[in-house]
């Protein structure tokens, strides 16, 4: 028995399907990943998980309580750090926390303990007393994680949990997150746009797009599925020798890029080096670079929805929006 | 444990935040004691003796409490527009601890309000002119009383509650502050200005005062008149008005838990 499982679950806002029909299930200890452009569906689901509402068909479990019928049994058996920040800046962090222990009933001696050990795991122990509001981004979600594993949850639920952050930010985020499932054991659902994060971070993925289930597996299935590598030529695009690349028997693509030209090939980048090398250098052909690289999940998304994630980069404030545009490219 | 330690962490956060709010704080506590001590006895003058001392200070802090409950749901609309409340909904706390809970927040600011007016209307009645056993027309007359204390706590405590669950119902209809401060205004004003906290009922225009019997902030004015100046309307037991607003408390503090919850959850 997984510790999270749905069927069939549907959510509708007026006739608009914000979920469609998904199913999966999160066994004990895993990270699971959740991916999606924004408005995919993401945060509906786990909505719908921690019982924040209630889905129009379909069932979900969490750790063997149903979200609708138990859903206090659910609650008590899960942290979740929401997509926005959502923590009152006007306490401290000591003083958050123990409103959240009084939330779930704990005793004094219970959480004062947990929240000591969880600030010293994020490395909030000497601030721990320091108005929320004198906080960095980064400080804020960490304090958060710690809030959403006081009651110590049997799955945590992270929504976005490094949107807005700086790279060494959410570097710090990560190594959180991979020694609490190490150490702890704690099952986490984790949903994010950004491919590298579910990438690191999860055992298994599941691609969602228009609330529908688009493809479930590993990291590393899902890259191995497009069974190619794409090897990255850095120069001018020469549209001669596109085509004669083209006709070679193991080429999947060429295309132009903003850098030079990439191709794809179908069996490993390696031995498909020389080939490609004899049709340069007939041409006379001055590149700067020769990389290979594996497929990214980005390839995977484009790959199985036809079209590039739509990444967004939020300003300080979390209220701007930047798309910065969709790449339609039907294979 | 669980429903006492779930209404603390709402009560708690609310405490902290008021406490931190050092200016907030000091207006909140200030300014009815400085309508006691300038307006009484002002309008006392003004209205040559026909709204006496005693009169408007009973008043006053029937309005302190009232305004005091009016604004609770300010508290509950700031943390649903930060979306604080999923916080709160996530958790596995009775949802009724949030309503009552910011309530509580509420009675205790309404309450140090009430004491100050009620400590400072027995030193105003001590340096103008306190007559214990024959109070004279015109004079403020009030004396401090433990019991008279104790009750006029109470029925604050009781009255924040109830006018708390009352607004959090217009606040689950309101999109934001300024709709929640709009309705609020057309419901509340005119529930002051038909009480008899200022005016005497029999002289309100086009028989107003008769609608004082729905009217709960009446219940509430002469509850307090009657603990402060023994003083009652005819026909009206003492136990009606603090009964009433009991009953009050307990309906609305479910109905706007009830009807904010549904309004916050799909």
């Known amino acids: ?130 108005l929320v509001s004198h906080y960095s981004g980064g400080m804020k979600r960490r304090l958060e994680i710690v809030r959403g594993l006081l009651n110590q949850p049997k799955v945590l639920f992270l929504d976005e949990p490094t949107l807005g952050l700086d790279p060494q930010s959410r570097r710090f985020i990560w190594d959180y997150i991979q020694r609490l499932n190490a150490e702890k054991g704690i099952s986490i659902l984790i949903t994010s746009h950004y491919m590298d994060e579910v990438d690191i971070l999860s055992n298994r993925v599941i691609i969602i797009d228009h609330g529908k289930e688009v493809v479930l597996d590993t990291p590393n299935d899902l890259k191995n599925r497009l069974g190619k590598d794409v090897l990255r030529l850095k120069g001018d695009p020469n549209p001669e020798l596109i085509d004669d690349l083209k006709t070679l028997s193991f080429v999947n693509d060429v295309k132009a890029s903003s850098e030079g030209i990439e191709i794809g090939v179908n069996i490993p980048g390696g031995d498909s080096v020389p080939e490609i090398m004899k049709i340069i250098y007939n041409h006379n052909y001055p590149f700067q670079s020769l990389t290979i690289a594996r497929p990214s999940l980005e390839d995977v998304f484009i790959y199985y929805t036809g079209k590039s994630l739509r990444e967004e980069t939020p300003d300080i404030a979390h209220t701007m929006k930047r798309k910065i545009g969709s790449r339609a490219r039907r294979r | 444990m669980g429903y006492l330690s779930e209404l603390m962490a709402i009560f708690t956060r609310g405490m902290i935040i008021l406490w931190r709010n050092r200016l907030l704080l000091l207006g909140n506590l200030v300014m009815p004691f400085a309508i006691i001590a300038i307006m009484g006895p002002a309008a006392n003058l003004q209205t040559f003796g026909y709204l006496s001392f005693e009169y408007l200070t009973t008043g006053i802090m029937g309005m302190m409490v009232f305004f005091s409950g009016m604004f609770i749901p300010n508290n509950i609309i700031w943390d649903r527009d930060t979306k604080y409340l999923n916080i709160i909904f996530v958790s596995p706390c009775n949802r009724s601890t949030i309503v009552l809970g910011y309530s509580l927040v509420g009675a205790v600011r309404s309450t140090l309000q009430i004491l100050i007016i009620y400590i400072g209307a027995c030193v105003i009645s001590i340096v103008l002119g306190y007559n214990n056993t024959n109070p004279q027309k015109g004079l403020p007359y009030i004396s401090f009383s433990i019991p008279v204390l104790f009750g006029l706590i109470g029925i604050t405590i009781l009255v924040t509650i109830f006018v708390g669950g009352f607004m959090t119902i217009i606040a689950s209809y309101s999109k934001n502050s300024e709709t929640f401060f709009l309705l609020a205004s057309i419901i509340g004003m005119p529930l002051i200005f038909i009480s008899n906290m200022f005016f005497k009922p029999e002289n309100l225009p086009f028989n107003l005062g008769a609608l004082g019997i729905i009217n709960p902030l009446n219940y509430l004015i002469n509850t307090i008149r009657y603990l402060m100046l023994g003083e009652l309307p005819p026909g009206e037991m003492p136990w009606e008005g603090p009964l009433l607003i009991i009953v009050l408390a307990v309906i609305f503090t479910f109905l706007g838990t009830y009807t904010f919850v549904r309004s916050v959850k799909k």
Not at chain 1, 15 to 43: C, H, Q, W, Y
Not at chain 1, 76 to 84: E, L, S
Not at chain 1, 100 to 107: D, E, G, I
């Open chain 1, 1 to 130: 028995m997984g510790v999270i499982e749905v069927e069939n679950l549907v959510k509708e806002f007026n006739g608009f399907r914000a979920v469609d029909n998904i199913s999966f299930n999160i066994e004990e200890g895993e990270i699971f990943g959740m991916l999606g452009p924004n408005g995919a569906g993401k945060t509906t689901t786990i909505f719908i998980l921690c019982s924040l509402l209630k889905p129009t068909s379909g069932t979900a479990r969490v750790v063997g309580f149903d979200v609708v019928k138990d859903e206090m049994k659910v609650r008590q058996n899960i942290g979740i750090v929401f997509q926005d920040v959502v923590i009152d800046d006007r306490l401290t962090a000591m003083e958050n926390l123990r409103i959240h222990a009084h939330l779930y009933s704990m005793a004094r001696e219970e959480w004062i303990p947990r929240a000591k050990e969880l600030l010293e795991l994020v490395e909030l122990s000497e601030r721990k007393d320091e």
